[in-house]
């Protein structure tokens, strides 16, 4: 162990690989499927086996989606009574759904040192929540929250993205209303609560149904976060934002082909090291660096793509097959959700099927409480059209 402090400076145990929610913003997401998770009994050895080695006093329990393990409530409640005692350990849950976060959790997450919470609803409304496929209602957050404020927390995060696909400035504005209904709902039990709106610029990512999207310039980005800046001016609620020039530059490293290579050994020749800490970032080294190589940094990053142009990441195979990703763009636009695949018929994607492989969970039902990304009272079988559900379920 090296004798400073770290980022990330705790004992992580890994409690299942994979995701399938299916959000389409999300890489990982896609191409880690199948779900597989640790037996709850092995967890629990490996937190206690590790704090005694280590002499760490936090432990977190890292996955995709932590809350998604099928005995979370079991697990956690298993792991705060190992630690009864042992006043300074805490034990945090980063990734959480805020579907699957239930009073019950909260209340023994609290037993232990409590740690602030985090949620991410990525998108400021329900319809834009649909058209990214992050299945969560209104009503799931502030359930979530109304848990976490009512055990003692006093503060929350919040993380959402801006510029998605079709996004509004309505769906922008709604990242404030939900700010604000999060502190009110805190206020009613201590008047120290508070809120914070995380706020990021959206990069597409190759192998998910956005990697066809041309995603919003800095100009734009800008625009956005001042008006969530402005609308939530004397709300209890902070707000912070990732640098909108940043975002353009990410753009350019995702998006890219190899061509983007030189550009690359062109910002670092020219001094552009440590290009992810704000006080180094200058997003005039990258266009020029652009420029000098005879590229269009817009063909890149704000350009929408079509179904028949050849990608830059085509001859990388993730398991997935580029019609079910298209035709889950197509269902985007329409702003139709797909419950997640844990729970349901397969869709098909090709990472699994292709390689006859499984989901390994504990239970072969979803949790109780919440949506769970099932479609459970949500409408789909009355809102995604036949011709969709057929395609996705296996073509």
Not at 115 to 140: M, S, Y
Request: hydrophobic share 40%.
């Amino acid at each position: 162990m090296p004798l400073i402090e770290v980022v990330h400076d705790r004992l992580n145990v890994e409690v299942f690989r994979g995701c399938t929610r299916g959000c389409r913003f999300c890489q990982a997401g896609m191409i880690t499927r199948p779900v597989r998770e640790r037996p709850e009994e092995q967890v629990r050895t490996m937190v206690r086996d590790g704090l005694r080695r280590t002499g760490y006093d936090e432990v977190a329990l890292t996955s995709l989606s932590t809350a998604d393990f099928s005995g979370i409530d079991g697990l956690v409640a298993g792991l705060v009574n190992d630690q009864e005692g042992c006043a300074n350990v805490s034990l945090s849950l980063p990734s959480l759904r805020v579907d699957a976060f239930t009073v019950g959790l909260a209340s023994e997450i609290q037993k232990v040192r409590r740690t602030g919470l985090t949620f991410a609803p990525e998108g400021g409304t329900w319809r834009i929540r649909q058209v990214i496929n992050k299945l969560i209602t209104d009503d799931d957050l502030f359930a979530a929250v109304e848990g976490a404020y009512s055990q003692g927390w006093q503060r929350v995060k919040l993380y959402f993205l801006i510029g998605l696909p079709t996004e509004m400035d309505d769906d922008t504005l709604g990242i404030a209303e939900l700010a604000r209904e999060v502190v009110k709902i805190g206020r009613k039990y201590t008047k120290k609560a508070s809120a914070t709106a995380s706020v990021g610029g959206f990069v597409p990512k190759a192998h998910t149904p956005f990697q066809w999207f041309g995603q919003n310039g800095a100009d734009e980005l800008r625009r956005k976060v001042f008006l969530l800046r402005d609308d939530l001016r004397k709300s209890g609620a902070t707000l912070r934002w990732h640098d909108p020039e940043a975002t353009f530059a990410e753009g350019i490293a995702s998006r890219g082909d190899r061509r983007i290579g030189r550009v690359i050994e062109r910002v670092w020749r020219n001094g552009g090291i440590f290009q992810e800490w704000s006080e180094h970032f200058e997003l005039d080294r990258w266009t020029e660096a652009m420029a000098a190589e005879g590229l269009d940094p817009d063909w890149y990053v704000t350009r929408h793509r079509t179904d028949d142009e050849v990608l830059p990441w085509d001859h990388i195979a993730a398991g997935l097959h580029r019609d079910f990703l298209w035709d889950d763009w197509q269902a985007a636009l329409q702003e139709h959700g797909l419950p997640d695949c844990r729970w349901t018929p397969c869709y098909d994607c090709g990472v699994c099927t292709d390689f006859a492989l499984e989901h390994v969970v504990a239970s072969p039902v979803p949790p109780a409480g919440g949506s769970q990304g099932t479609g459970q009272g949500l409408g789909f079988g009355r809102d995604v059209p036949v011709e969709l559900i057929t395609k996705a379920a296996g073509r």
